[in-house]
């Protein structure tokens, strides 16, 4: 069990989705401190929890059913879920 836990696509989507939610918090590091994203705020934890939500629906979608695939690209399809929500969501304004 633990191993088909550790090894679900769900679960790998979902790490891709967070190592990009990890992204602003690395390049917080080299902001002033009035150009900081406040990491702790509502806003900013809703928005990485849909997000993660989003990886793991698009891993779900992809690769649910599937006995056997690739963990580098279900990693990348977790990762550019995001990305293509947040494109999506800036052309818009």
């Known amino acids: 069990m633990t191993d088909y836990i550790l090894n679900s696509p769900i679960l790998i989507s979902v790490l891709g989705g967070l190592s990009y939610q990890l992204l602003p918090i690395i390049e917080n590091t080299s902001k002033k401190k009035e150009e900081k994203i406040n990491i702790l705020s509502r806003d900013y934890i809703l928005g990485a929890v849909v997000y993660l939500f989003l990886s793991a629906i698009s ?5 649910g059913k599937l006995k056997e695939f690739n963990p580098i690209l279900v990693f990348q399809t977790g ?8 494109t999506l969501l800036e052309v818009k304004k």
Do not use: E
């Open 59 to 63: 891993g779900l979608i992809y690769f």
């Open 79 to 86: 990762l550019t879920s995001v990305v293509l929500i947040r």
